[in-house]
């Protein structure tokens, strides 16, 4: 008994000493993180800084002049403030932060802290990791950011203006290479001399809730970078095209073709593109990439159309298996989409979209057909080809139901069937291309102020179509369906949820935690019940999901 106590005792005592010492250790971690500042008001650095007054008597923290002063302190956990004033240095970090433990480089209290000169970039984030910028100003620089072999960063509201850099192209504004889970959200971006931001060979990165205006070339790019997203930003170019997502062509040195896979783009504003004179229209999104989603997106206002779906040179061959479903294309002066000709243009289906009163214009004036008898017409989708895609259950209206030249078949000169034939004649005549058509005025809210929210009154309302259907009986956490590619489970971005899908006929949810792209299945996070051929969609209201952005209900 005495022996088993004093075993019991000693257990008691390394335990309270493993406890202790483990708790130092973490209190000491917890100490190690600190707080620095970086202040013009002061001169070279001190101990005593006190942030109330600005400068280095009667405070107790530490201060710099400049950047270069506390770039080589920073460790996991540390705070770098930077106060009011205009930094004529860049900020290139020296240290990373670790999971859990991030450096944060940020402005003081709101603070308007500017970084400007002719840097190259103004700030490099070049193989750092787990680090948060937030809240600066960069402005008047040749290029504004990098994310180079760069993880786990994160960019948030912060201001971005007048980068000029013009012989930089993708590398002028924020240029992510080979770089994965970064953020980019909440900020502000203005006046780029090339690319705003560009994604090169870069995968699993987010870009969401920003504002991008005013880019020589594109508001932004995705080049051979797969499981991005790009969500709930607002985009508008008076100089030229918003977004473009295709392969590499000796892009950033990398040459990589069928490699743009998988991206997502949601709930985004496309608000305006201009005039391109005689070239080529700008486009919402030029797109050539394999496999994406383009989802729940409003396309308005733009002089070219709304998406491109493209096919040219050597950087876009590859135009596959995409799924485009829930948008709204209104109002722009060429079609909602265009597709283009030539090879490699498979398996590019269009659901539950909206297209609305656009009316083509022929801005370009070298083509006789666009000028002499597509000028005025009311087309919503010009197609060069007769394959390569399906419009199934979506919305065309323009004036009338029904219509002629809603569909145009041509490209710079008329196809095989122009554009004169009726939405009633496409379904009849190629019911592989179009088919399940609303002909009604879809009536939004406020289609005038871009409310394009469904009235009470809409025909649209529980008029979609289920994105697929389940290919057998069963029950359980694993859903076997016909076509997975409408779907989101996260990319495995940490921080993402995936989707939250419904059957049909059934008010409980569930949400997708992985996919199974070969095996063609869902894995949910609580078992469902289902029976073969049920349609499965996202989460909706009512009987069935409706046309359109928005779920009416909500």
Known sequence: MCLALFKDKTILRFTYHIILTFGLLS????????????????????????????????????????????IEKTRPGDTVFIRQGVYKNPLRPQVSGVKGKVITYKNYNGEKA????????AIDLTNREYIVIEGLEVDNVARWFYLVNANHNLLKNNKFY??????????????????????????????????????????????????????RHALWVIRCGNFNVIRNNYFHNKRQKIGEVYDCHKTAGYKRYNATKRNLIEGNDFAFVPSSGNSSPYSGIQYAGQDGIIRFNQFHDLTGPGIRFALYGREARHNTGNRTYHNVFYATQFAGV????????????????????????????????????????????????????????????????????????????????????????????????????VKNDPEFVNAEKRD???????????????????????????????????????????????????????????RIVSIDYENKSLTLEKPLSWEEGQGLSLQYNGKAPDIGMFESGE
């Open 27 to 70: 209190a000491f971690a917890n100490v190690q993180a600190a707080n620095y500042y970086v202040d013009q008001n002061i001169d070279g650095s001190c101990n005593t800084y006190s942030p109330a007054t600005r400068d280095c008597s009667g405070g107790h923290a530490r201060a710099f002049h400049q950047f270069s002063g506390v």
């Open 114 to 121: 500017v970084i400007t000169g002719e840097h190259r970039p």
């Open 162 to 215: 007048k980068a000029w850099n013009k012989g930089g192209g993708s590398k002028i504004g924020i240029f992510f290479s080979n770089a994965k889970y970064n953020r980019v959200t909440g900020n502000h971006f203005e006046g780029n001399a090339g690319d705003a931001l560009s994604i090169i060979s870069s995968d699993r990165n987010i870009v969401e809730d920003n504002i991008f205006r005013f880019a």
């Open 338 to 437: 265009t597709i283009a000709p030539g090879p490699n243009m498979e398996d590019n289906i269009f659901v539950n979209n909206i297209f609305a009163k656009s009316k083509f214009v022929a801005n370009d004036r070298r083509w006789q057909w666009w000028v002499h008898w597509v000028e005025g017409r009311p087309v919503q989708v010009m197609a060069a080809r007769l394959n390569g895609f399906a419009f199934n259950n979506n919305s065309f209206f323009a004036n009338e139901p029904g219509e002629a030249w809603l569909i145009t078949h041509g490209w710079r000169k008329p196809g095989f069937r122009s554009g004169q034939i009726d939405i009633a004649e496409w379904e009849s005549e190629y019911p592989e291309l179009v088919n399940n058509t």
């Open 452 to 510: 394009f929210r469904l009235s009470n009154k809409s025909p649209l309302i529980d008029r979609g179509a289920f994105l697929t259907q389940t290919t057998r009986s069963g029950s359980g956490t694993v859903i076997p369906v016909k076509d997975v590619s409408y779907f989101y489970d996260g990319f495995g971005i940490p921080g993402e949820q995936g989707d939250l899908v419904q059957l049909q006929g059934q008010q409980e949810t569930a």
